[in-house]
DNA sequence: GTCTAATCAAAGGA
DNA sequence: CTCCTTTGATTAGA
C-alpha cells in the first residue's frame, strides 16, 4: 500500500475518485519534520508523500505503517457513495479539487514558533479596551492589577504599555492571606527543570506521540495543579476564579511545551481515538483542537490564487442546539456566532470564519475531527471531552431557530473502523442506568456492599466463571501498628482541613501543603502523605482523608485475552485521582513468609526495587521505599488484587500514612498516573525483579516498553 | 509588524 | 440545578 497522507489512507480499496483524495493533502501548514533528517523539506521534495501520520490508536511499535489496521471491507462503501453524491449535488460555484501541486507554496513557518516566541505573558490588549463600556472597565482593570500583582512574571514591555495606559476606577488590591506571592513563572520553571523540558525539542513540538502528549499533558496538569493549590492558600479574595487552567497552559504555550503545533486534517500523532481530557486548553496543548473557546478549528488552504478555509476540528459540547441523536456515528452540528456572549443578543449566523470552512469541508470530503464534550457527573460543573475519531461532513443546511433566526447545521457522519468512542461512553450510561444489560455480567456486586460503589465481575472472553475464592476487604487491615510511635496530635479541623491553615498539624505534616485538591486529586506526590487519622476531629469527607473514602469509581473485573482477570473503570480517571488501596493481610518477613511469599500471586512488596516513574512528580528519589512493607491479597484482599503488571502503567501507588489510636498504619494508595478513559485497563509496575527471580514471571503488557519479565 | 473581535470555557456564588 | 458574574487565552483577520 502507498504510503499514506491521512486518514483517506484507511480505504485504500475504496471506489473513491483519486482527485478527492489527492485533494485533501498536505495543507500549506503542514509541515513534516523528520527525525532523522530534520533539515530536509518537504516543499522540494517531488513526491510529496511523506506526511504519514503515526497511528494514533493502540500500542503500536514503532516502524508500523498502517494508519488503522482493521476496516475496509464493511460499511465504508454506502458512506462514501454517499459522500460523493452530497458533494456532487453541492458543487456549484465551488472551485473543483484543486491539484496536488498548488498545496506546495513555500511558506512553511508562516504562523510557526517564532511569532509565538515573543508573545509576552499577559497581553497589553485588555487594558486598551477599556474605554466603551462602564461596566466593564472595571473588571479589566482588576485583571490589569492581578497581572502585576504577580509582578516577575510581567515582561518590560508589559509593564511600560500598561503604566502607559490611564487606569480608571479604584484600583483593587489583591489580597494575599499568607503575605506570600504567588510566582507563577518559577512554579512553573520548577516543575519543567525537574522534567528536564526547559527546551523542548523541535522535534515534538512538530510532531507528537504517546509519550510527547502525555509528558505535556502531565506537566500541565502538574502546573494548574500546583497554581490551584498556592492559589487557594493564599487567596481570600471572593470570586475566586484565578483560572489556573488557563494561566498554566499559557505558560506552556510560550515556552513552547506542546505538541502538534501545526495544524492538520485527520487524526494527530500522539492522541488515541477514545482519549480524553479535562480542559479545552488540554486539547490546545496536544494540537487536537487550538483555539481556547471557538468549536470550530480551521485553517486556511491555497487554492490555485486565493485561499479558502478548511475545517480540521470540531468541539461538540452542547454550548447551541446540536442533535445528539440515538446513532452516535451521526452529528448534527451547528455553526457558530448569532449570539452575542456578552449580553445574549442573537442574530443571524454569517457563513464565515468556522461557519464556512465547514462549508468547504464539505465539498473538500476532508476528514474533520470531532471533540464530543460530556458533563462530568462526578464533578458538577465540570466538562469531559472525548476524542472521537474523525468524520466527514455529509450535508449542510441553514435552519431558523426559535427565534426565527438563521442558523446553519452540518450533518457530520463517523468514519468507520476507528475504535468506540462516543458510543462507549453511552453503552456505559446505559449499563449504569439499567436500560440495557453489561454483556458477560457473572456478578454485579463481587464486594457484597463492602465497597460503597458496586464492583461488576465480567467475563465477555471466555467460559471461566470467575477468579479462584477469596475474601473481599476493602482494607488494609493491622493487628499491630506499623509503628507504635505518636509523633503528632489530631486536627480540629471540624469542616475539614483546609489549605492555608498554618495552624492545622496536618498542614504541617505535609510539608505546610494538603496532599489533595479540592477535588480529591493528588496534587504532588512524596515519600509519605500524612492523612488525618484517628485523633483528628476533621469529618469522613474531609479532603485529607481521600484514601480512607474508599473506591469512588464505578470498577470492574474482568477477564483479559491473555492475562488472567484484570480491573478497569466504567467511569472516567482525572489524572492524580484516587483508585483505591491495596487491600490484604501483612505479611511478616521471616524466611518462611518469604518462600510462600514466591508462590503467591497477589504480593504487594514495597521493598522492591522500582524504576523511577518519571511520569510523576518527584518519584525521582523512590527507587526502594524507605520501609519494609509485604502484604498479601491472596486469600483476603479487594479490587487492587486484579490489578496486572504493565511496563507502560497508567496507576502508581503511594505511601500513605494514617495514625490510629495505637500508633501509625501506612497504606498504599494508588492514583492514576495520567487522564484514563472509561474501560482502559488499570495496571501498575510491579517492580524490577532481583537476579534471582528474573524470568519467572513473562510479561504480557505489550507496551513498546516492556522490559520482557517482571517480579 | 500590532491590535482586536470572536469564541460551544471554567469556577464560584446566588 | 440553572443562571449570572468574573476572569480570561488563542487565533484569524483587520
Redesign the pocket.
Known amino acids: 500500500m502507498e504510503q499514506g497522507f491521512n486518514s483517506d489512507s484507511n480505504a485504500p480499496s475504496a471506489p473513491i475518485d483519486k482527485s478527492r483524495v489527492y485533494d485533501v493533502k498536505p495543507l500549506r501548514s503542514l509541515v513534516p519534520v523528520f527525525p532523522n533528517t530534520p533539515g530536509m523539506s518537504s516543499i522540494s521534495t517531488p513526491n510529496p508523500t511523506p506526511f504519514v501520520c503515526v497511528p494514533p490508536s493502540g500500542p503500536f511499535p514503532a516502524g508500523v505503517q498502517p494508519f488503522y489496521p482493521f476496516m475496509v471491507s464493511n460499511g465504508s462503501q454506502p458512506t462514501m457513495t454517499r459522500n460523493h453524491s452530497a458533494n456532487t449535488g453541492f458543487n456549484s460555484g465551488i472551485p473543483d479539487p484543486v491539484p496536488l501541486n498548488s498545496f506546495r507554496t513555500p511558506t512553511p513557518q508562516a504562523?510557526g514558533g517564532?511569532?509565538?516566541a515573543?508573545?509576552a505573558?499577559?497581553?497589553?490588549?485588555?487594558a486598551?479596551?477599556v474605554i466603551e463600556d462602564d461596566?466593564y472597565s472595571?473588571?479589566q482593570d482588576?485583571?490589569d492589577q492581578?497581572?502585576s500583582g504577580f509582578g516577575t512574571h510581567v515582561t518590560d514591555a508589559d509593564d511600560a504599555?500598561n503604566s502607559g495606559k490611564k487606569r480608571r476606577g479604584r484600583p483593587?488590591r489583591r489580597v494575599v492571606g499568607n503575605g506570600a506571592e504567588i510566582d507563577v513563572e518559577s512554579v512553573a520553571n520548577n516543575i519543567l527543570t525537574l522534567f528536564k523540558l526547559k527546551e523542548f525539542d523541535e522535534i515534538r513540538k512538530a510532531n507528537g506521540d504517546k509519550d510527547t502528549t502525555a509528558t505535556v499533558l502531565l506537566v500541565y496538569d502538574l502546573i494548574r495543579r500546583t497554581l490551584t493549590q498556592l492559589e487557594?492558600a493564599s487567596d481570600n479574595?471572593?470570586?475566586?476564579?484565578?483560572?489556573p487552567?488557563?494561566?498554566s497552559?499559557?505558560l506552556?504555550?510560550?515556552k513552547g511545551v506542546r505538541t502538534n503545533?501545526l495544524?492538520r486534517t485527520g487524526h494527530v500523532p500522539g492522541v488515541d481515538v477514545g482519549d480524553i481530557f479535562?480542559?479545552?486548553?488540554e486539547l490546545?496543548l496536544v494540537g487536537l483542537h487550538?483555539?481556547?473557546?471557538?468549536?470550530?478549528?480551521?485553517?486556511?488552504v491555497k487554492v490555485t490564487v486565493s485561499?479558502d478555509?478548511v475545517a480540521v476540528s470540531?468541539?461538540?459540547?452542547?454550548?447551541?442546539d446540536?442533535d445528539d441523536g440515538d446513532d452516535t456515528n451521526v452529528l448534527i452540528?451547528?455553526?457558530?456566532?448569532?449570539?452575542?456572549?456578552?449580553d445574549?443578543q442573537m442574530f443571524d449566523?454569517k457563513l464565515?470564519?468556522?461557519n464556512?470552512a465547514l462549508e468547504k469541508s464539505l465539498h473538500r470530503g476532508n476528514d474533520v475531527r470531532v471533540i464530543r464534550?460530556i458533563k462530568d457527573?462526578s464533578?458538577?460543573?465540570?466538562?469531559i471531552?472525548v476524542y472521537d475519531g474523525v468524520y466527514k461532513i455529509h450535508e449542510s443546511w441553514a435552519e431558523k431557530n426559535k427565534s426565527g433566526l438563521n442558523v446553519f447545521k452540518y450533518k457530520l457522519i463517523r468514519q468507520p473502523g476507528q475504535p468506540e468512542a462516543y458510543s462507549l461512553w453511552k453503552s456505559i450510561q446505559q449499563w449504569r442506568d439499567g436500560t440495557a444489560g453489561r454483556p458477560g455480567l457473572i456478578i454485579p456486586d463481587l464486594t457484597s456492599g463492602a465497597e460503597t460503589q458496586p464492583v461488576a465481575l465480567v467475563n465477555d472472553t471466555d467460559g471461566e466463571k470467575g477468579p479462584a475464592h477469596f475474601t473481599y476487604v476493602a482494607s488494609l487491615k493491622y493487628s499491630q501498628p506499623f509503628s507504635a510511635s505518636k509523633p503528632f496530635s489530631g486536627c480540629r479541623c471540624l469542616g475539614g482541613c483546609q489549605p492555608g491553615d498554618s495552624s492545622c498539624p496536618c498542614n504541617q505534616r505535609n510539608d505546610g501543603l494538603l496532599p489533595y485538591s479540592?477535588a480529591g486529586v493528588l496534587l504532588t506526590t512524596k515519600p509519605v502523605i500524612h492523612e488525618c487519622g484517628q485523633s483528628c476531629q476533621s469529618p469522613p469527607n474531609c479532603r485529607n482523608r481521600i484514601s480512607q473514602a474508599g473506591v469512588k469509581f464505578r470498577l470492574e473485573v474482568f477477564k483479559t485475552k491473555n492475562r488472567g482477570w484484570g480491573l478497569r473503570s466504567w467511569d472516567p480517571i482525572r489524572a492524580g485521582s484516587f483508585i483505591c488501596e491495596y487491600a490484604g493481610d501483612i505479611v511478616k518477613v521471616t524466611a518462611s513468609d518469604f518462600e510462600n511469599a514466591n508462590d503467591d500471586n497477589y504480593i504487594f512488596d514495597a521493598g522492591r526495587y522500582y524504576e523511577p516513574l518519571e511520569r510523576v512528580y518527584d518519584s525521582n528519589s523512590s527507587k526502594k521505599a524507605p520501609f519494609p512493607l509485604v502484604i498479601s491479597a491472596k486469600s483476603n484482599g479487594n479490587v487492587s488484587r486484579f490489578m496486572n503488571h504493565s511496563c507502560s502503567p497508567n496507576v502508581f501507588w503511594q505511601p500513605v500514612l494514617r495514625e490510629s489510636n495505637s500508633g501509625v498504619c501506612l497504606h498504599i494508595a494508588f492514583f492514576a498516573i495520567h487522564h484514563i478513559p472509561p474501560m482502559q485497563e488499570l495496571v501498575y509496575n510491579y517492580g524490577i525483579p532481583t537476579e534471582a527471580d528474573r524470568g519467572k514471571k513473562k510479561c504480557l503488557c505489550g507496551s513498546v516498553k516492556c522490559r520482557g519479565h517482571f517480579y
Open positions: 504562523n517564532s511569532s509565538r515573543k508573545r505573558y499577559k497581553t497589553s490588549g485588555s486598551s479596551v461596566g472595571d473588571a482588576q485583571s492581578y497581572a504599555s483593587k487557594e479574595t471572593p470570586g475566586g476564579a484565578r483560572r487552567d488557563l494561566k497552559s499559557n506552556l504555550m510560550t503545533n495544524k479535562f480542559f479545552r486548553m490546545c487550538a483555539p481556547s473557546m471557538a468549536g470550530i478549528d480551521y485553517m486556511s485561499e478555509p470540531i468541539v461538540s459540547s452542547g454550548g447551541y446540536d452540528y451547528s455553526g457558530q456566532g448569532g449570539v452575542q456572549r456578552r445574549g449566523q464565515e470564519r468556522g464556512l464534550g457527573t464533578n458538577a460543573p465540570g466538562k471531552y479540592s
